[in-house]
């Protein structure tokens, strides 16, 4: 059977019809790193709701939309945001030319990768969250994926139940946020992998879970953006960027909403430096000391639990600690306990807990 020829629109055309110069872009820092490891990839940027008019991102919550990438990098300007928003509308506006140009500039970013001797991959959800694999066009009614069946595509999402491979070469990573970390343990069973986004990269936990547990081994998701060659089971941890590094909904998650046992010498290291971290206080006559705070009370109450379930007293307190040089609001998890100096001078918190061991305060951000 003779393939069926298909043209998209021509670069005058795009651009004197819908004002766009073209559809995908190699510019992205972090995709670039790719380029060491042999993969030259290729993303298409659109534009959320809030600047188009039109929803990209039909599962997004409050902090992934006030966080969103859109804002980061070159996204901050003038000149890109147009660009996004220009190709927003031609996406709405003629989805059947849409796709047919789109499929035009794959063919040619194939060539582009091969002669380059780097495999070309593709990621279609920027700045989206659009079910690429129901989007059917042409006479034949395929999607794109079925179109480049040898070409690697992914893409991260916050919709739930969309599976790891919803086409044999479309990989994605469930994305968590502030209201959807139900379904993270669903998306792992599902062999997704999960991304979830941190203050800092140098603060990614070794281990992550939700609602306070600490189950999947978390890998940096910073070094590269190929996240079809993650391990399967791996929380991606990604290092919050653009407005995400003033949000104060939850998204971005301040340590690891834990007790991280693991990190204890760590915490009684920024003691010994910085006391000022270790904050006793009495709560109903008895005396309190702070082993976790967050950015979302919701995060507080489960780290809570945990240390009630283990037979020990907490509270939630409410404080506006400075995080990246900016007071914030954050909810502090207390537990009964009184601080005492060892003998090198070191500050040491003496919890109430069944054990009765001395180990140093934990408070992360």
Not at 18 to 25: D, F, I, Q, R
Not at 49 to 56: C, H
């Amino acid at each position: 059977m003779m393939a069926i020829e298909r043209k998209g629109l021509s670069n005058k055309e795009l651009d004197e019809k819908w004002n766009v110069k073209s559809l995908l872009g190699t510019s992205n820092f972090k995709t670039q790193k790719g380029e060491k490891y042999g993969y030259r990839t290729w993303i298409l940027h659109l534009a959320p709701a809030n600047i188009s008019g039109n929803n990209v991102c039909p599962s997004a919550s409050i902090g992934c939309a006030a966080a969103c990438l859109n804002t980061s990098g070159l996204g901050c300007q003038p000149s890109v945001i147009n660009a996004r928003a220009k190709r927003t509308e031609f996406y709405f506006g003629d989805r059947e030319a849409f796709m047919l140009r789109l499929e035009d500039e794959i063919r040619k970013a194939i060539a582009n990768a091969e002669r380059a001797g780097l495999t070309p991959t593709f990621r279609l959800n920027g700045t989206s969250d659009i079910k690429w694999e129901k989007i059917m066009y042409g006479p034949d009614k395929k999607n794109i994926f079925q179109r480049f069946p040898n070409i690697q595509f992914y893409d991260y999402t916050k919709i739930p139940n969309r599976g790891k491979k919803p086409e044999p070469n479309y990989q994605i990573v469930f994305s968590r946020s502030e209201d959807n970390e139900r379904f993270v343990k669903k998306a792992m069973e599902q062999g997704q992998n999960v991304a979830v986004v941190f203050d800092k990269k140098s603060e990614l936990p070794n281990k992550w879970g939700p609602q306070g547990g600490m189950i999947w081994n978390v890998i940096d998701g910073d070094r590269n953006d190929l996240r079809f060659l993650d391990p399967p089971k791996s929380v991606v941890g990604l290092s919050a960027k653009g407005r995400a590094t003033r949000d104060t909904t939850g998204f971005v998650l301040y340590g690891t909403g834990v007790i991280d046992v693991d990190n204890l010498k760590e915490y009684r290291k920024r003691a010994q430096k910085d006391p000022s971290i270790l904050g006793q206080r009495k709560i109903d006559g008895e005396k309190f000391v702070p082993i976790q705070s967050k950015v979302s009370r919701a995060s507080a109450e489960r780290t809570a639990e945990l240390l009630r379930t283990s037979g020990r007293k907490a509270r939630i307190v409410e404080h506006k600690p400075t995080v990246g040089g900016k007071s914030r609001k954050a909810w502090a998890v207390y537990t009964p306990g009184v601080y005492a100096r060892t003998k090198s001078g070191a500050t040491v918190g003496l919890l109430s807990r069944p054990s009765r061991k001395r180990i140093p305060t934990v408070r992360s951000y």
